[in-house]
């Protein structure tokens, strides 16, 4: 068809244009105007490529779905008008007198069920005091055909071999003359714990992890982990894993196996798991404080946990129990100490209002029990001689000594015997503890700073104040957790056989090693799968390269040298 008057003039005035806007050499306007395709193709050859974006970490995935224990909504009421079916108005007086009668039946039935239902749910809200058995502690957890029988045959490995907790044969045990063997040691020990990388991950527990214990069995990977709502999560982080999801990354898999136990209830966060400790004699039992005022236990042997002792209302905020003992020491929220003899009834107890305010952490010292480590919201860290407190005699054979009585006795001509050291931190200090030759001492502050004392053995034979207690040295730490995640808490490794060395979390999501003296061994990390700062830590007590930390997720680390992948 031949072209129009009109479309014969557009073109050429097209073209006169073009020519015009070339010579006034305006190149990319020409462009534009021989059409909007081929001005966006020459502009995107010209533009720089994008660079390729860095993937991402991303969580482990768990393998399995979850099922959260959920209590039963109580019913509510309704007015018999509401409730009233639809009246016959040609019914006889027999009728009636029996259709009321059915709606009376019907009412108190009723009432019957809801008076029931709101039993149920204050019961579910009570702290548990009876034995449970491994089923109970399960409760609607979501486990696997077969998963119940697996854990109690993990649990009953344990027993071939007693563990008792180990400490130092000598306190002036990696106590060196000379500078060059000590740094001999300190360079060995930080090459080997520098080699450690993450070689497992999974979701152990449903909740932020609040503490961590790992168990001394040398052949195994096995870490309890308790949570803010009272389960007790035990991860076998190297087992071989039954069956493996194809549709999840290799990279993103969980490893493992783990089993979940609401060991503390209500499952709410009046219930979390403050302290978890191992049997000091043979391991073959795990000790769990929480904030439900409570003290369990969990047998190994008949899969039973039992309460070993209850207060009134009063938060358990740490626990430990000295080697080759049958005691425990327990602090609370309000400054209180509790000495329990295990062989004992509970009702036996022993308790020394200490503090006016919280007491975070209670550490006994492993040569000497005797001296016990206190640290408080007071910002104080003190350590008493227990020996002159249970001097205290009983009011009205009562043994409970209150904070007046406490004070008179420091104030007395015992007292410099009895309170043998006090240090003021800047703020709260969070944690206090003794190393395992019971006498480094490392305490965590949320004035940021990370403080080492090194106390002589000869200061503890003698009954009379310690003459310095200034921190030998002081490191700065971001301990400002905030309101969703765990306190930092430097942790030593129980391990007596190495150079005393501890861990604790970091802000910027690695792990820090350090040893007696202050020397920076290690930092932990991996940014490409670790975006959550490792809040709990705890270490081996007989392997050196092994060391487990967990997250406000629930999600946890086992940090190991790198051939165990590939085992």
């Not at 904070?403 to 006795?409: G, H, Q, S, T």
């Not at 395992?436 to 503890?460: N, Q």
Request: glycine share 4%; with cysteine.
């Amino acid at each position: 068809m031949p072209k129009t008057a009109y479309e014969l003039e557009r073109e050429a005035n097209v073209a006169r244009n073009r020519a015009l806007i070339e010579q006034l050499q305006l190149k990319n306007v020409a462009a534009s105007v021989a059409g909007p395709a081929k001005a966006k193709a020459k502009a995107k050859a010209q533009a720089k490529p994008k660079p390729t974006p860095k993937p991402k970490a991303k969580p482990v995935q768990p393998q399995k779905r979850e099922k959260r224990t959920v209590v039963e909504a109580t019913p509510r009421r309704a007015s018999a008008r509401l409730r009233q079916s639809a009246i016959n108005l040609d019914e006889t007086s027999a009728q009636k007198r029996k259709r009321e009668q059915e709606e009376e039946a019907q009412r108190r039935k009723d009432e019957e069920e809801r008076l029931a239902a709101e039993e149920r749910a204050r019961e579910a809200k009570r702290p548990r005091h009876h034995e449970l058995d491994l089923e109970t502690l399960a409760g609607q957890e979501e486990w696997e055909p077969g998963a119940l029988s697996g854990l109690s045959s993990s649990l009953q490995s344990l027993l071939r071999a007693r563990h008792p907790r180990r400490a130092a044969a000598d306190q002036d045990a990696f106590v060196f003359d000379g500078g060059k063997k000590e740094a001999a040691e300190v360079a060995a020990l930080s090459e080997r714990l520098q080699g450690l990388k993450v070689v497992a991950r999974a979701r152990v527990t449903q909740d932020r992890v609040y503490s961590a214990a790992y168990h001394p069995e040398p052949t195994k990977d096995l870490i309890f982990f308790g949570d803010k709502h009272g389960q007790l999560g035990i991860w076998d982080a190297r087992a071989l894993v039954d069956e493996e999801d194809d549709d999840v990354h290799p990279d993103q898999r969980e490893a493992g196996k783990y089993w979940r136990l609401q060991v503390h209830w209500p499952a709410t966060a009046q219930s979390s798991i403050s302290c978890i400790k191992f049997d000091p004699i043979d391991a073959h039992s795990v000790y769990t404080s929480a904030y439900d005022s409570t003290v369990r236990s969990l047998s190994f042997t008949s899969g039973i946990s039992r309460e070993v002792f209850a207060m009134e209302k009063v938060l358990i905020t740490s626990m430990d129990v000295p080697p080759a003992s049958h005691e425990m020491w327990l602090s609370d929220a309000e400054g209180w100490l509790t000495h329990l003899d295990l062989r004992e009834d509970k009702s036996k107890r022993r308790t020394y209002q200490v503090s006016d305010q919280k007491i975070g952490c209670v550490s006994v010292n492993p040569i000497n029990p005797a001296f016990i480590l206190t640290a408080s919201n007071n910002r104080s860290l003190k350590i008493w001689d227990v020996r002159k407190l249970q001097k205290l005699p009983a009011r009205d054979g009562v043994p409970e000594f209150e904070l007046e009585d406490v004070n008179k006795l420091t104030k007395s001509i015992f007292g410099p015997a009895t309170l043998r050291a006090e240090w003021k931190h800047g703020k709260s200090v969070t944690s206090a503890y003794w190393d395992p030759r019971g006498r480094s001492i490392v305490s965590t502050s949320y004035d940021d700073t990370l403080r080492i004392w090194d106390v002589r053995p000869s200061l503890m034979r003698k009954e009379a104040p310690f003459p310095d207690l200034t921190p030998l040295r002081k490191i700065s730490h971001n301990c400002q957790t905030g309101k969703w995640l765990t306190m930092l808490k430097a942790q030593w490794s129980p391990n007596p056989d190495v150079y005393p060395h501890f861990t604790i979390g970091n802000m910027d999501h690695s792990l820090d090693i350090f040893g007696c003296k202050g020397d920076p061994l290690a930092k932990l990390s991996d940014k490409e799968r670790i975006t959550a700062v490792q809040a709990v830590t705890c270490s081996h007590p007989s392997v050196v390269e092994r060391v487990a930390s967990g997250s406000g997720s629930g999600r946890c680390v086992l940090w190991a040298p790198a051939d165990l992948i590939e085992e």
